[in-house]
């Protein structure tokens, strides 16, 4: 779960966002799993995607890569990539995200 929610949570992030509708995706979210403090749990994982996405980046390639050889088309693990680069040469989702990061 720990996994696929840094992978997931940029993405969801940054969809809400964009539609001005950040607040209620996670207050819905926190209300359907009222243990987690959601909202800093997102900007916690957004700004690990920054700094690690370049490393992480290679390792779903290695992943992508894997799958392929073992005949699966890796289509998650290359999207994954994607937005991993993504993240690391823009850091176009930090300001508006998570205002005051650098």
Same mark, same amino acid.
């Given at each position: 779960?720990?996994?696929?929610?840094?992978?997931?949570?940029?993405?969801? +992030?940054?969809?809400?966002?964009?539609?001005? /509708?950040? *607040?209620?995706?996670? &207050?819905?979210?926190?209300?359907?799993?009222? %243990? =987690?403090?959601?909202?800093?749990?997102?900007?916690?994982?957004?700004?690990? +995607?920054?700094?690690?996405?370049?490393?992480? /980046?290679? *390792?779903?390639?290695? &992943?992508?890569?894997?799958?392929?050889?073992? %005949? =699966?088309?890796?289509?998650?693990?290359?999207?994954?990539?994607?937005?991993?680069?993504?993240?690391?040469?823009?850091?176009?989702?930090?300001?508006?995200?998570?205002?005051?990061?650098?």
């Amino acid at each position: 779960m720990s996994k696929a929610w840094k992978r997931f949570s940029p993405n969801l +992030v940054l969809g809400a966002s964009e539609f001005g /509708a950040e *607040e209620r995706v996670l &207050a819905s979210i926190q209300q359907s799993f009222p %243990g =987690i403090q959601w909202k800093q749990l997102a900007d916690y994982m957004v700004n690990r +995607v920054v700094v690690h996405g370049a490393r992480r /980046a290679r *390792e779903m390639e290695e &992943a992508a890569e894997m799958l392929r050889s073992a %005949g =699966i088309e890796p289509i998650m693990a290359e999207a994954t990539a994607r937005r991993q680069d993504w993240a690391a040469k823009s850091n176009a989702m930090i300001p508006k995200i998570i205002p005051g990061l650098p």
